[in-house]
């Protein structure tokens, strides 16, 4: 288990995972392969980060490796922001708005894609 992060699993293959407080390089290795796992086992990922106050590189370098995984097995990553300034400081400077699919609230997160 990661300190500050929750599973839900709100329908059948889909699934989210709720970050909360400051998530760094400490669980980098343990958040990598949690996203590892659930990509592999489901067709929806959403990483909720709006109860997030920090995330580092480490953490976007994740949500970006997850995004690739996710594409290559056919299913799908979102991520559910509206946090914390500096997160998404952090997610606009290092252009994730742009990589991944990005939404504001639970229902658009797990919405079927286009």
Do not use: W
């Not at 799908?76 to 606009?92: D, G, P, S, W």
């Amino acid at each position: 288990m990661i300190d500050g992060v929750q599973v839900l699993r709100p329908a059948r293959s889909r699934v989210v995972v709720e970050l909360r407080g400051e998530h760094d390089l400490e669980s980098k290795y343990a958040m990598r392969a949690l996203l590892t796992e659930l990509i592999e086992e489901n067709d929806l990922v959403v990483v909720d980060l709006s109860e997030a106050e920090f995330i580092d590189s480490s953490i976007i370098q994740n949500l970006a490796d997850a995004n690739r995984l996710a594409r290559e097995r056919g299913s799908q990553f979102r991520i559910q922001h509206t946090t914390a300034a500096i997160v998404e400081k952090a997610l606009e400077i290092s252009g994730m708005f742009e990589l991944l699919d990005c939404v504001s609230n639970r229902e658009d997160a797990l919405r079927n894609a286009p």
